[in-house]
């Protein structure tokens, strides 16, 4: 991954962008200055009823050798941003600070964990820090469970409810969605009652 970062790659895609763009933007502009005025100048030629058959092919072949061009420009662009290269120096001192960030980061760790040596820390990942965290809940599911079921034993052999318990007191487990009383008749609205008594 960190071959990937320092190659190059996205920079030579943002400067294939970026010149891509400029060569775009001179081109039209190019084409923009010469075919206002002959396109103004056709224009009086029509006024003054003079006939131009030959003009929409004129139009034509100019409008396409400026499409052609337009589209070497592009290529062109292309060829001179895939051309381009990080020199290797930058390349290693961008990897060097990366490692750096990260050994400082993992002494950071390190340093919180107790642990002096990075030899003896564990190797952590994201992985790592899912699979406890799902094991802690389920320690706590599980905890739960085991608290509530102590809690209907007790109630079975006549505990007093005024005598606490160890532990947090729990309701008794109830299914998800069936914690709304249920409802034993249709819902009304007070405008669908208003409709009927009219």
Not at 134 to 142: D, G, I, V, W
Request: net charge positive.
């Amino acid at each position: 991954m960190r071959r990937a970062v320092c190659s190059g790659g996205w920079v030579r895609a943002l400067g294939a962008a970026a010149l891509g763009g400029l060569a775009s933007a001179i081109l039209l502009g190019a084409e923009l200055a010469i075919l206002e005025p002959w396109l103004g100048a056709i224009l009086a030629e029509r006024e003054a009823d003079i006939a131009t058959p030959a003009v929409p092919i004129e139009l034509l072949a100019f409008a396409l050798i400026f499409a052609a061009t337009l589209l070497a420009g592009l290529i062109t662009s292309a060829k001179v941003a895939y051309g381009f290269h990080v020199p290797a120096v930058v390349r290693t001192a961008s990897a060097r600070l990366i490692e750096n960030l990260q050994s400082a980061a993992f002494g950071e760790r390190a340093a919180m964990q107790g642990y002096t040596d990075r030899a003896d820390a564990p190797e952590r990942n994201r992985a790592h820090a899912i699979a406890d965290a799902a094991a802690a809940a389920q320690r706590r599911e599980l905890a739960d469970i085991r608290q509530q079921a102590l809690g209907s034993r007790m109630s079975e052999r006549g505990h007093n409810p005024q005598t606490p318990l160890r532990g947090p007191q729990t309701a008794a487990a109830v299914p998800i969605g069936q914690s709304a009383r249920r409802r034993t008749r249709n819902r009304v609205s007070a405008g669908a009652s208003r409709r009927e008594a009219i």
